[in-house]
T-cell receptor, first 111, second 115 residues
Framework: QKEVEQNSGPLSVPEGAIASLNCTYS??????FFWYRQYSGKSPELIMS????GDKEDGRFTAQLNKASQYVSLLIRDSQPSDSATYLC???????????FGTGTLLAVQP | DTEVTQTPKHLVMGMTNKKSLKCEQH?????MYWYKQKAKKPPELMFV???????INESVPSRFSPECPNSSLLNLHLHALQPEDSALYLC??????????????FGSGTRLTVV
């Protein structure tokens, strides 16, 4: 079982819609979770972090964490074509205490 | 602009060459990392320096050699690489070993091609 799992996509949504990205993790000791956005050929950019169960909102982005279900999600409201990128979920802590990435979900926002 | 600076941005090297990748951060972070990323794959951790102590990923071949001259600098020395080592090499830093929830800040990366 992979430590951090995501659907590879592509996830296609129309402009203005809500994009919902999901992630599960296997190490119950993981404490912190992150969403990175990566444009093709560029480096990952941190967009959200979450450590406590529940929701965390920042502008158009909402991260959700459910530690009992080992589930993390990212909602992007009012999606824009510029949001088209690969979104990497990452977990930190647990047995390895290293930042472990999922395989990423490719999001395509259609104008 | 990123607060973690990597040089060079692009590098083409032959299999017999020796080259170095450089990474610098001035955020006062005490942990620095090297990641390797192949196309359409997630970043894979290669090395961790925390408070200038090295933690090695034992699956990384010895042709990659990290060096941490001080807490702000991290180099990756390359020798006798193979074409399959061609990838994007990412440097990152964090406030402490565990990241304390702050996440890692990545540099813009070095695109390495081995010919």
């Amino acid at each position: 079982q992979k430590e951090v799992e995501q659907n590879s996509g592509p996830l296609s949504v129309p402009e203005g819609a809500i994009a919902s990205l999901n992630c599960t993790y296997s190490d119950r000791g993981s404490q912190s979770f992150f969403w990175y956005r990566q444009y093709s050929g560029k480096s990952p950019e941190l967009i959200m972090s979450i450590y406590s169960n529940g929701d965390k909102e920042d502008g158009r982005f909402t991260a959700q964490l459910n530690k009992a279900s080992q589930y993390v999600s990212l909602l992007i409201r009012d999606s824009q074509p510029s949001d088209s990128a690969t979104y990497l979920c990452a977990a930190l802590g647990g047995a390895t205490n290293k930042l472990i990435f999922g395989t990423g979900t490719l999001l395509a926002v259609q104008p | 602009d990123t607060e973690v600076t990597q040089t060079p941005k692009h590098l083409v090297m032959g299999m017999t060459n020796k080259k170095s990748l450089k990474c610098e951060q001035h955020m006062g972070h005490r942990a620095m990392y090297w990641y390797k990323q192949k196309a359409k794959k997630p970043p894979e951790l290669m090395f961790v320096y925390s408070y200038e102590k090295l933690s090695i990923n034992e699956s990384v071949p010895s042709r990659f050699s990290p060096e941490c001259p001080n807490s702000s600098l991290l180099n990756l020395h390359l020798h006798a690489l193979q074409p399959e080592d061609s990838a994007l090499y990412l440097c990152a830093s964090s406030q402490d070993r565990a990241g304390a929830g702050y996440g890692y800040t990545f540099g813009s990366g070095t695109r390495l091609t081995v010919v």
